[in-house]
């Protein structure tokens, strides 16, 4: 059975009359990357802040490791959560050092591993100051892996980065879930950033979950398709294996069936008719994963 790293339940956080995060329901497990998605001010911070133990829920419950919050549970996080808050005249690796001597961690050897692990050279005297938004993210995500976490929270990572800054962000990310085996939790508005990494998704809107899908479930619904409503799916289905060669298709309410393969309706129509099989409707369904997700949050565009 997979062990949920992340549960969610029921949880609310209200600003005198602003209901941030409004009785969501959410599951991560073990081994996810977690794609939290939605428009600006749709409650994404403030769930991950609430994760991370950075602020109190108003009410309801947040179980981590398959335990409620703890210090020991708490250890097991890392999060890079809005500001990393980095000393802007001390270089990459004395950034490192600073924490890890807070963290009380002695082991320098996991600085260098960390640093080089994020693409960033832990002898560069470079200071921070001087950093492209891109190396200041990757850090972030260095000193957040201080202390090795299970469980990893990015809020909005590669916000503001170009396509290469983009690039080098989901390689770290894929590099530490699948072999750091490190449970990614990552927010972002903007769906295609994540959709070549996340196996998971969760849809916030207004404060609410809209959704929570995998990728798999998701590539499903995303998939152009005929739709064909029939007087008997059985019958119109053994005709259309048999005559048209039709094999990838699933069945729907009010014997609606789709098809996935590459089809002609009109071949399709043909065929039904010429053997008494009535059709009620039949329409091609296109829809594109950006359009799946503008339509779930609520926006045409991504602000
Ligand atoms: P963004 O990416 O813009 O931060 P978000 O999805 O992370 O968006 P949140 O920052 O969680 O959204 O904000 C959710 C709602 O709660 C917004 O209406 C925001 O104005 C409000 N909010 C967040 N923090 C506070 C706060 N400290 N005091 C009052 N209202 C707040």
Redesign the pocket.
């Given at each position: 059975m997979s062990e949920n790293i992340v549960e969610i339940i029921d949880l609310c956080k209200t600003?005198?009359d602003?209901k941030?995060v409004d009785h969501i329901h959410m599951t991560i497990q073990k081994g996810d990357i977690y794609g939290f998605i939605?428009r600006?001010?749709?409650?994404?911070?403030?769930?991950l802040k609430m994760i991370a133990g950075m602020i109190f829920p108003t009410s309801g419950e947040i179980r981590l490791f398959g335990e409620a919050r703890n210090q020991f549970t708490a250890r097991r996080i890392g999060s890079l959560i809005e500001n990393p808050g980095l000393y802007p005249n001390l270089s990459a690796f004395d950034n490192m050092n600073l924490k890890a001597i807070a963290m009380g961690l002695k082991d320098k050897e996991k600085i260098n591993e960390y640093l080089h692990l994020v693409q960033l050279d832990p002898q560069d005297k470079k200071i921070v100051k001087k950093f492209s938004l891109g190396m200041k993210q990757r850090l972030g995500i260095a000193l957040a892996l201080l202390g090795n976490p299970d469980l990893l929270i990015l809020d909005?990572p590669i916000n503001g980065l170009d396509p290469e800054g983009i690039r080098e962000i989901r390689e770290v990310i894929q590099y530490l879930n699948e072999t750091k085996k490190i449970t990614i939790l990552i927010?972002s508005?903007i769906l295609l950033e994540l959709s070549k990494i996340a196996t998971r998704y969760g849809i916030?809107r207004n404060?609410q979950m809209i959704e929570e899908i995998s990728a798999k479930e998701l590539d499903e619904k995303c998939r152009n398709y005929l739709s064909v409503k029939v007087s008997s799916a059985d019958r119109a289905l053994s005709l259309l294996e048999e005559n048209l060669d039709i094999h990838d298709y699933t069945i729907h309410e009010n014997n609606e069936i789709r098809l996935y393969d590459d089809i002609e309706s009109a071949a399709v129509t043909s065929l039904l008719s010429q053997h008494d099989i009535q059709i009620y409707q039949i329409y091609y369904q296109k829809q594109d994963l950006e359009s799946y997700f503008l339509e779930k949050t609520g926006g045409n565009n991504h602000d």
């Amino acid at each position: 059975m997979s062990e949920n790293i992340v549960e969610i339940i029921d949880l609310c956080k209200t600003y005198k009359d602003t209901k941030a995060v409004d009785h969501i329901h959410m599951t991560i497990q073990k081994g996810d990357i977690y794609g939290f998605i939605g428009r600006n001010g749709a409650g994404k911070s403030t769930t991950l802040k609430m994760i991370a133990g950075m602020i109190f829920p108003t009410s309801g419950e947040i179980r981590l490791f398959g335990e409620a919050r703890n210090q020991f549970t708490a250890r097991r996080i890392g999060s890079l959560i809005e500001n990393p808050g980095l000393y802007p005249n001390l270089s990459a690796f004395d950034n490192m050092n600073l924490k890890a001597i807070a963290m009380g961690l002695k082991d320098k050897e996991k600085i260098n591993e960390y640093l080089h692990l994020v693409q960033l050279d832990p002898q560069d005297k470079k200071i921070v100051k001087k950093f492209s938004l891109g190396m200041k993210q990757r850090l972030g995500i260095a000193l957040a892996l201080l202390g090795n976490p299970d469980l990893l929270i990015l809020d909005e990572p590669i916000n503001g980065l170009d396509p290469e800054g983009i690039r080098e962000i989901r390689e770290v990310i894929q590099y530490l879930n699948e072999t750091k085996k490190i449970t990614i939790l990552i927010s972002s508005h903007i769906l295609l950033e994540l959709s070549k990494i996340a196996t998971r998704y969760g849809i916030i809107r207004n404060g609410q979950m809209i959704e929570e899908i995998s990728a798999k479930e998701l590539d499903e619904k995303c998939r152009n398709y005929l739709s064909v409503k029939v007087s008997s799916a059985d019958r119109a289905l053994s005709l259309l294996e048999e005559n048209l060669d039709i094999h990838d298709y699933t069945i729907h309410e009010n014997n609606e069936i789709r098809l996935y393969d590459d089809i002609e309706s009109a071949a399709v129509t043909s065929l039904l008719s010429q053997h008494d099989i009535q059709i009620y409707q039949i329409y091609y369904q296109k829809q594109d994963l950006e359009s799946y997700f503008l339509e779930k949050t609520g926006g045409n565009n991504h602000d």
